[in-house]
């Protein structure tokens, strides 16, 4: 028997934002530690790695592990019945072939279900290794989102070019060019406003536009997005979801031919 | 203009 209840259907339904437009299904990884997903967008381009905890959730139960393959599309249209404020149960007996979603609205007058039926997916689960990155760079995930929106005007590529003093966002294209440039913010007020940058070796790396907008889907779920890089390999673009667990895109950089 | 990698040139299946 597997039942998760999250006291706010929203959470779910930013979760599915933040990864339905990489990927059309996905496996869910259920155990007592929790719900863990791993999947690569259609081109092998980009990783999804979320990673949901069980002491996050409002209710949690695992008994017996449990892979369930979701069109997310259809998971999609089931959370779309779903009021924000509505409690959400996800329910599946052990080795079943369908998922029950929940909703119970706050005033526990209204109660609706929907059974979505499991797919068999092909797991294919790459591994990546402890990784000590060159920069990482912790900003406003609203900001990250800006800065990805405009630069996609400008070019397909976006330059992330990291140093001690800051972070510069660049692109180029038949219209001309763009810098953005973020230093490091000496003092701000409230923690998630902040720009900081751990640097052991400056980077300099550029990756697909249409990716990291892709990413920034996730921005509901947090304040502060984390970009963590080293020369010649995947970015890694993390927002961590407050008292529930975190969501990581991994992105293969463009290399020079 | 640069190429756009594979992420499995980098990571391998587990």
Known sequence: MFEARLNAATTLKKVLDAIKDLLNEATFDCSDAGIQLQAMDNSHVSLVSLTLRSDGFDKFRCDRNLSMGMNLGSMSKILKCANNEDTVTMKAQDNADTVTFMFESQNHEKVSDYEMKLMNLDQEHLGIPETDYSCVVRMPAMEFARICRDLSQFGESVIICCTKEGVKFSASGDVGSANIKLAQTSSVDKEEEAVTIEMQEPVSLTFACRYLNAFTKATPLSNQVQLSMSADVPLVVEYRIPDLGHIRYYLAPKIEE | ?14
């Not at chain 2, 203009?1 to 587990?14: A, C, G, K, R």
């Open chain 2, 1 to 14: 203009t640069p190429i756009q990698n594979d992420l499995q040139e980098f990571y391998s299946l587990v």
